[in-house]
Structure formats: C-alpha cells, structure tokens
C-alpha cells in the first residue's frame, strides 16, 4: 500500500496470537506470518467453499451483533468488527453501544491547521477502537463543505481540499499506527443529507477533479488509508458503490489504491454492478451480496474469479494490519489519560472570532460575578448526532468547569428559556457569559444558518444588560450572528466534546491562547452561499446540480466580491503577529519555496497559522485565490522565526478536461501569505 509502513509485533496491547504449530501452518499456509500479505490472501481463498466466501462479502447483525462479518474457525478467520469513528468511536458492533471518549468534532480538529495534532486525535481513535475490539474505524469524513447547512459539516474538515487532505493524512496514520485500519470516507460528494440515498450529483469534470477528489487522493497515497467507503449518492448519474469510473479506474488505476471498499449503510445498489464495480464489502445484511450473488454466479453473471477479487482485497489488507495473527481483543481504556488528550484537542481547536478591548482572556480577580446563560451552558456538548455518536466515559458541563477554574467566582446558571430573567441575571454580574449552539445530525440538513429558537434574541438581551458580554457558539458550522457587533467577544467552541466544560473555561481564563482558524467560511446572510438555486441545493427532479464550478466557499466568495462576516483561515489571538520578508524560489521539480518571517508583536507566547495562498494567470480559469500551504508557527513574545512553506508542482496544475488529466498552467502566479485569506500582507509573483 502506497504511504504505509506498519510494523505489527506480538506485543502489541490487547493482542492475541493465533499463529498455529508448525504441521498446522503446512495444512493452512495463509497461517505462516513470514508470507507476503497477498500470498496469505490467495492460500486461503484457494482453500474457501464458494458459500463461505459468500458469506464473507457482507455484513451478518445478529440480536447481539450490528456490524460483524462472522469469523469462520476451521479457517482461522476471525470476526471482522467495524467502528464508527470520525471523533471517537461511535456505535459499532456491540448491543447495547460502549462508551468511549467524546472527542472535540472533526471540524474543531480541521481548525488547528495542525497535522501532528491530526495524528495524535486518529491515534487515540485507533487505540480505543482496538482496545473495544474492533477492527475498523470509519473514519475519517472528509467530504467538502459545499453547502453549510449539510447535517454532517460537524463531521468534516472544511471546505478546502488542500486543508483537508493535510489533515486526513496525518489522522489515518493516527488510526493505523497500532492495527487499526482506517476507513476514509464518503467517496465522494458526500454534500448534502437531502435526499442523500437518491441524489444524483452533476458535477462537472474539472471541479470533480479539483475541489472534491484531491484530498482523497492524498488519503490514499500518503496516508495509506487501509479502507475507502463508497457513498449513498449518484455521480453524475451512477451509483458510487457501482461507478467503475470512481472505483476501478480512478481510486485503484489512477491511485494505486489496494485495500478494499466498503458500502456506507445501504448504499449499495447491485449485485453484478457493484462486484464489477469494486466494492468488496457490502453493509448491511447481504441484499446484493447474499443469496443474490449466489444466483449471480450460478447464472454465470458474476465469476468465482471476480469473488476472490473482492475477498483478496479485504484479506491483504487484514493480513497487512496484523489482524489475523493478533486480532483485537478488549482491555480497558485509560479514561483518564484519554480524557485529558480530549480537552487538549478542543482546547486547540476553538476559534476566537471577535474579541474588543481585550474583553478575553477573563481575569478571575476581577470575575466576581459570573452569569452564565444559555441552552448550551447547561451540559456538555460532546458531538453531533448520527452514526457519529459517541457516548462518552464521562463529561464536564459548562458550569462545573468554570467553577474549577474559578473557584472564588460567584456563579449563577440560566438556561436561557426566558431572555427577560437572563438579562436580569446579566445585569447584576461582572461578566455574562452566553452559550449558544446548534445540533447538527445525519439524516436531515439545517433549514438555515440562523440559530434555532430564541437565541438571537437571548444574546441580544443580555448584550443590552451587560456590555461585559462573551458569547461561546458550540455549533458544527457557520451561524448567523446578527447581534456580534454588541457583544464584547465570541469565541467558535464547535462541538468542544466530553470535556467541554474545563475546555472553555481554560480558553476563556487564558489559561490556553486561542491559535485555531476558521477551516470553512461564515457568511454574513443566509443567502450569501455558493449554491444558492434549488436546482444546485437540494436539487430539481432528483439532481443537484454543481454549477458553481471551482467557486466553493471562500473562492465562491472571494470570486463574487462578497464580504464574509468571518473569513476562511480568521482567527484571533491573545497576542500578534507580523509578516515580514517573502522570498519565492521556483524549485528543479517544478514546485516553489515560499519563505518569509513572522514575529510575535504582542507580550503573550501563542501561534498563528501562516498561510500561503496562490493567484493563477487570468488565462487558467481558476478563482482569484485557492490555498495551496501553511504551518503553524509556535512563538514566545518578541520571537521572531523564519519558516519556508513548499508547494510541490501539482500546486500550479489545473485539471485539463480534453486530456482528462493535470497540466501544468503556465504565466504569473502571484504568491500571497498571511494568517486568513483575507488577511494577506506579503506578495510577490512567480513566473512558470
């Protein structure tokens, strides 16, 4: 598999080893560990009946059991387990569902800009998967954000593929790095919950190419992702779980992609279509994959020879992860330790959007008297709803953190029902602190951007009571705030996870300098969107149709001359920081080396997220900026760091639709850098 090495040795935690004595490994040779992967697979297919390798192309729930394909033991195959897991695993195989560890939304890992954290968070995702025994996370979703109101934003990385793709890679080695494997998803244009079994998806050749396949193809090649997950809609007329286009030639042919594919649940459609197709798996119970294959292959529609395929795919890859000779079994998770990497991520995660006169950080001295308001003050918000759905070890409500934090504060709570009494409340305190949000799930989208209820109108009130007014949003994408100009700071806590309310608090009080940036873009109004027709959301007669082109989120925005009420890539700090000194060298692979210098202007250590942004020749077709680097950049007060950000050569490429292939654009680039795409101090251009 490209970009993958894995080590896997009989220590490895919770393992359990199945390696048979010497004449046994002779009578099944697929036993012997010193055998290649492949070579594995096809001694034990060889020695399979054509119904036990039926049996293993699908899922079998049972009343004990919802997402296991059976072990078969006179073979040594063991039971093959799935997870859901894009912030935690979710609900898997057990009945009734484990706990696990709530972690921050994906979009709150997105808004790092940070791939090591990325590898930390799918590490602890695979190391619980295994330890709850299981061999699959489904995980990570990586589908763009094209429309905000999507039910499953909180579930993805943004709106970018650049962004996304740095971030998946990082995250599936996470989840690999001890067995697990990870299972990227939802291939592709996953965008929309409406309609989302039926959808058929137009989607012109180079924006397919450009916007909504790139980060899955890094998926693949870098992050050596072990599982691709096929999705519910149809791509330009054809289902994904039976595209040969998508799964044949582009993700195996064009990628070099050789792990196996699976079904999102239900999302296959046939039986010799799917099989042709690729997809190797089918969930949930084996319509297509049951005793329809087996009249398939009796009629002669589907050969023994196609099975195999299907079956190689899944066992190669299981013999790579280690699975067969030490599967996962079940030990406890360190709760503890866990729990603390959770608030790390969602501490890293949060994005400081408006904060005046220094409203934040708070000063516990002077914090006397705290009101804390709002329908998300009142408990944890560890995730959204969905398969996605953690239920958590445990959890910190916003009240309990705040009051650790600030143990000699006077603090009241109210829910927010009444904006009347919660003004009331604001008025007598020092600061009020407002907890907004949403609740994003899978199955429905949002019917807008503006938040649900009363909450409008609660900030409102509070605001006009107490000029000392922070409002944290606990949403899984862009609201609208038509009151932000009132309030003294908001700050984007997305869905903070288990441990939200230490998280906040730590966040609020400065005990952590907030460095997270917006990895998708707020509008101003509801109808400042990209796809903005029906006939482009949610679709006329059953197609949605992608007649943006190129022009999602910021480039939409950036394209028509719209001004966002946040940017992409915004994000404030404690502290400042100042570009100085670009510099571009063109590279003898046909990339460039973008350098420059940012210091730390202010009197507090914190980091910012530089960001380097490419301008095509007008002659290209592209919009006027798409984000193409970016580091994070740690920095004590006064310190200055020279960082170098590399664009390989598939920077400069365009998608060539009568070559169906990249090319190289040719003219003057204009390199920009700065901390937001609307931030961009340093320019210089570049000539190819």
Not at 258 to 266: A, E, H, I, L, Y
Not at 353 to 360: D, I, S
Not at 447 to 456: C, E, R, V, Y
Request: glycine share 10%; hydrophobic share 40%.
């Amino acid at each position: 598999m490209r970009g993958i090495k894995l080590t896997l040795v009989a220590a490895l935690v919770g393992s359990t080893v199945l390696a048979p004595a010497p004449a046994a490994a002779a009578a099944q040779p697929w036993r012997n560990a010193a055998l290649p992967p492949e070579r594995r697979a096809a001694e034990l297919i060889a020695a399979m009946t054509l119904t036990e390798k039926i049996e293993q192309l699908h899922l079998q729930p049972s009343a004990a059991h919802q997402r296991v394909v059976p072990g078969i033991a006179r073979l040594g195959i063991p039971d093959f387990r799935i997870a859901n897991g894009p912030a935690g695993m979710g609900p898997a195989d057990d009945k009734p569902q484990k706990p696990a560890t709530a972690l921050p939304a994906t979009m709150a890992l997105a808004s790092t800009f940070d791939p090591g954290l990325a590898h930390d968070y799918g590490h602890l995702i695979g190391t619980e998967t295994r330890a709850l025994a299981h061999n699959v996370s489904e995980g990570p979703d990586i589908n763009m954000a094209r429309v905000p109101v999507n039910g499953r934003t909180f579930e993805g990385m943004g709106e970018d593929p650049v962004l996304a793709g740095a971030m998946a890679v990082e995250d599936i080695r996470g989840i690999q790095a001890n067995g697990t494997i990870a299972e990227v998803k939802h291939f592709a244009a996953n965008n929309q919950e409406t309609n989302r079994f039926t959808i058929n998806e137009a989607i012109g050749e180079r924006p397919l190419n450009e916007i909504y396949l790139p980060h899955f193809e890094r998926a693949v090649r870098e992050g050596g992702a072990g599982a691709v997950m096929c999705a519910y809609p149809k791509i330009n007329g054809v289902f994904t779980c039976e595209n040969p286009a998508l799964l044949k030639k582009k993700l195996r042919g064009d990628w070099g992609f050789d792990g196996f594919v699976q079904s999102d649940w239900g999302a296959a459609h046939s039986t010799v279509g799917s099989a042709e197709a690729g997809m190797d798996l089918e969930m949930i119970d084996g319509t297509y994959y049951g005793e329809a294959m087996e009249k398939a292959v009796a009629a002669g529609k589907v050969t023994e020879k196609t099975i195999d395929g299907l079956l190689s795919h899944r066992y190669t890859t299981m013999f790579r992860f280690g699975q067969f000779d030490h599967p996962p079994t079940a030990t406890p998770l360190p709760v503890e330790r866990d729990g603390a990497a959770a608030r790390d991520f969602a501490e890293r995660g949060m994005v400081l959007l408006r904060n005046e006169n220094g409203a934040l950080p708070l000063d516990a001295a002077k914090a006397g008297k705290i009101a804390l308001i709002g329908p998300y003050a009142t408990k944890a918000k560890t995730g959204g709803g969905g398969s996605s759905a953690v239920i958590p070890t445990y959890t910190v409500d916003p009240l309990t953190g705040l009051r650790t934090r600030a143990p000699k504060s006077e603090i009241t709570l109210d829910d927010g029902t009444d904006p009347a009494r919660a003004a009331k409340a604001a008025a007598g305190a020092d600061v009020s602190i407002v907890m907004v949000g949403d609740d994003e799930t899978e199955g429905k989208d949002r019917p807008g951007l503006a938040l649900a209820g009363n909450q409008d109108a609660l900030v409102e009130a509070v605001a006009a009571a107490n000029p000392h007014t922070v409002v944290v949003v606990k949403s899984g994408a862009p609201v609208l705030m038509p009151w932000v100009g009132k309030v003294a700071a908001v700050l984007e806590a997305w869905y903070p996870g288990q441990e939200d309310g230490n998280a906040v608090a730590r966040v609020l009080f400065g005990d952590v300098n907030p460095s997270a940036k917006l990895p998708i873009t707020f509008p101003a109004s509801g109808d400042d969107t990209p796809a903005s027709t029906k006939a482009q959301y949610p679709g006329v007669d059953g197609t949605a149709s992608y007649t943006e082109g190129l022009q999602i989120g910021y480039r939409w925005f950036d394209a028509q001359r719209k001004e966002p009420l946040f940017p992409f890539g915004f994000g404030l700090s404690y502290t400042s920081f100042a570009y100085s000194g670009l510099a571009v060298r063109r590279q003898p692979d046909g990339g460039a080396a973008v350098s420059f210098d940012v210091r730390n202007t202010g009197h507090r250590a914190g980091a910012d997220v530089a960001q380097v942004y490419l301008g095509f020749p007008a002659a290209a077709g592209e919009p006027p900026l798409q984000l193409k680097g970016f580091q994070r950049v740690q920095l004590a007060p006064g310190q200055s760091r020279h960082v170098t950000v590399r664009l390989d050569p598939r920077a400069f490429a365009i998608w060539d639709t009568a070559a169906h292939d990249w090319r190289q654009a040719r003219g003057t680039f204009t390199v920009h850098v700065g901390d937001s795409s609307r931030a961009l101090p340093l320019t210089a251009p570049l000539s190819r």
